[in-house]
């Protein structure tokens, strides 16, 4: 009964477990999923193959990094908000391209009319091994170009610690390369082929390509269906 203890301590709220719940309200799991063949995120194809069907499948567990997602979503949303009715430019512009049997759809973080370029904010945790740019960001942002019609871009890294900006190529922008969008274009292809042929997996034996060697590859955690 309640003479055991008179004075009991009062109970703490659990933020550590309140913090990963409130992380897991705020992201949608299923918002990047896309079950038929034809679509992908740009993000999604610009990794490997076999992230790229994992990811549109949504075969990928997050929940470890939701918080890293989260940082990354505010800094978009503060430059949306604090930036974009400052400078001429559309931001979160929604984009759509079908090409050659596959379908693209995504946003682009700022689309800018005059220059005709579209700019790609990636936040990171300071600037240790900063070598830019990555493949993988410029094929995600050529995804972008084919669909705005953009001859120009420029990646944004941000800094998470402090908002430090630096940008690639360092000074003004870069052109569109239609090889390269060329080759995003036929992985896509392989990526619908594979899903096509042997569906959604339901285990990872299951899955279509082997694990590439990518970092991606090497930190997945899979999910699948219940
Ligand atoms: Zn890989």
């Not at 993000?43 to 076999?50: D, L, N």
């Not at 009715?85 to 693209?104: I, N, Y």
């Not at 871009?153 to 940008?167: A, F, I």
């Amino acid at each position: 009964m309640s003479d055991a203890k008179q004075a009991t301590e009062p109970e703490a709220i659990d933020f550590e477990s309140e913090l990963q719940l409130a992380l897991e309200r705020a992201n949608d799991d299923e918002s990047h999923v896309e079950h038929d063949a034809e679509t992908m995120h740009p993000s999604q194809i610009a990794a490997c193959k076999r992230q790229a069907y994992l990811g549109k499948l949504g075969l990928k567990d997050h929940t470890d990094i939701l918080g890293t997602f989260q940082t990354g979503t505010l800094i978009h949303e503060f430059i949306e908000d604090h930036v974009g009715g400052h400078v001429d430019a559309e931001f979160e512009k929604a984009v759509e391209l079908e090409r050659d049997g596959v379908r693209f759809v995504g946003h682009t973080d700022c689309y800018d009319p005059a220059a005709n370029a579209v700019y790609d904010v990636k936040s990171r945790n300071g600037w240790y091994r900063f070598d830019p740019p990555k493949d993988r960001h410029l094929d995600q942002m050529h995804v972008y170009m084919a669909a705005t019609g953009a001859e120009y871009g420029q990646v944004v890294y941000v800094n998470k610690g402090d908002l430090e900006v630096r940008t690639w190529p360092e000074d003004g922008l870069f052109e569109f390369d239609p090889e390269r969008f060329g080759a995003i274009v036929a992985k896509a292809q392989q990526v619908r082929d594979a899903v096509r042929d042997h569906g959604i997996a339901s285990s990872e034996d299951e899955v279509p390509f082997d694990r590439c060697g990518c970092f991606l590859c090497d930190n997945e955690t899979l999910q699948f269906g219940d």
